[in-house]
């Protein structure tokens, strides 16, 4: 089992290096009077890290209210 699941990393890790080489357009984000021009492929891996971040961030404070709101005092 333990080569099966090397072997599904190294096919991960062979998708991303892929995704990487084949965006290499570069795409320019402005806000307000700011503009950054990155990769295409370094636009999206900041998409995804922020919202992952933003994801478990808003489920944890969900919980928070929910355990709030259920609590008696």
Given at each position: ?73
């Amino acid at each position: 089992m333990r080569y099966v699941y090397m072997a599904l990393i190294a096919i991960l890790a062979a998708i991303i290096i892929l995704f990487k080489f084949q965006n290499l357009e570069s795409v320019t984000v402005s806000l307000f009077s700011a503009s950054v021009t990155m990769p295409v492929s370094v636009l999206v891996l900041l998409v995804y890290v922020l919202g992952m971040l933003t994801g478990g961030f808003l489920l944890a404070l969900l919980r928070a209210w929910v355990h709030g709101a259920t609590r008696r005092y």
